[in-house]
T-cell receptor, first 112, second 111 residues
Framework: DAKTTQPTSMDCAEGRAANLPCNHS???????VYWYRQIHSQGPQYIIH???NNETNEMASLIITEDRKSSTLILPHATLRDTAVYYC?????????????FGQGTRLTINP | DVKVTQSSRYLVKRTGEKVFLECVQD?????MFWYRQDPGLGLRLIYF???????EKGDIPEGYSVSREKKERFSLILESASTNQTSMYLC??????????FGPGTRLLVL
């Protein structure tokens, strides 16, 4: 699996956009970028994923650079409930069982 | 929305007890997973199942077994609980596009 690099921690003001970067310079052509988050004492929550194109859903937007070596997760209007550890994962889309490997992630704190 | 439920949020057991952790998903997913999460060690895969009665060992299967008698239910069994199995246990179900949906977790304390 390709490795990812994320900042250890970030702060963002409530109501502002939170932009979480992720470097994945060794990503392979068949690997997707997935984002999950884990709020304290809860199970990880899927946020979004993408291959090449930018993606948006009701939770967030994912911007992937043209060379695919990095990406940014954008929470457009952060709330206090978005305080969590955010994990960027690269993995191929395969059939059968797929193991997710979570790194250390970015601890995002939303401040009032 | 996909829902993955786990039988208990918190559990306290004694050393040597047999422990059952149950997980149920409501999306007819074929693949289900059991992880444990410990501070500084991240998520580690214990077992996974890709169909009813089918299972494969993950990275740390020792001391654990699993059961998948029905598609929606995946059980983790600690045959004889030990203190080093104190952990947060997470069940996940895999949907389309490789996304995994996690349950709320069971925090197990073995005394």
């Amino acid at each position: 699996d390709a490795k990812t690099t994320q900042p250890t921690s970030m702060d963002c003001a409530e109501g502002r956009a939170a932009n979480l970067p992720c470097n994945h310079s060794t990503i392979s052509g068949n690997e997707y970028v997935y984002w999950y988050r884990q709020i304290h004492s809860q199970g990880p929550q899927y946020i979004i994923h993408g291959l090449k194109n930018n993606e948006t859903n009701e939770m967030a937007s994912l911007i992937i650079t043209e060379d695919r070596k990095s990406s940014t997760l954008i929470l457009p209007h952060a709330t206090l409930r978005d305080t969590a550890v955010y994990y960027c994962i690269v993995s191929p889309l395969i059939q059968g069982a797929q193991k997710l490997v979570f790194g250390q992630g970015t601890r995002l704190t939303i401040n009032p | 929305d996909v829902k993955v439920t786990q039988s208990s949020r918190y559990l306290v057991k004694r050393t040597g007890e047999k422990v059952f952790l149950e997980c149920v998903q409501d999306m007819d997913h074929e693949n289900m997973f059991w992880y444990r999460q410990d501070p500084g060690l991240g998520l580690r895969l214990i077992y996974f199942s890709y169909d009813v009665k089918m299972k494969e060992k993950g990275d740390i299967p020792e001391g654990y077994s699993v059961s998948r008698e029905k598609k929606e239910r995946f059980s983790l069994i600690l045959e004889s609980a030990s203190t080093n199995q104190t952990s947060m246990y997470l069940c996940a179900s895999r949907g389309t596009a490789g996304t995994q949906y996690f349950g709320p977790g069971t925090r197990l304390l073995v005394l």
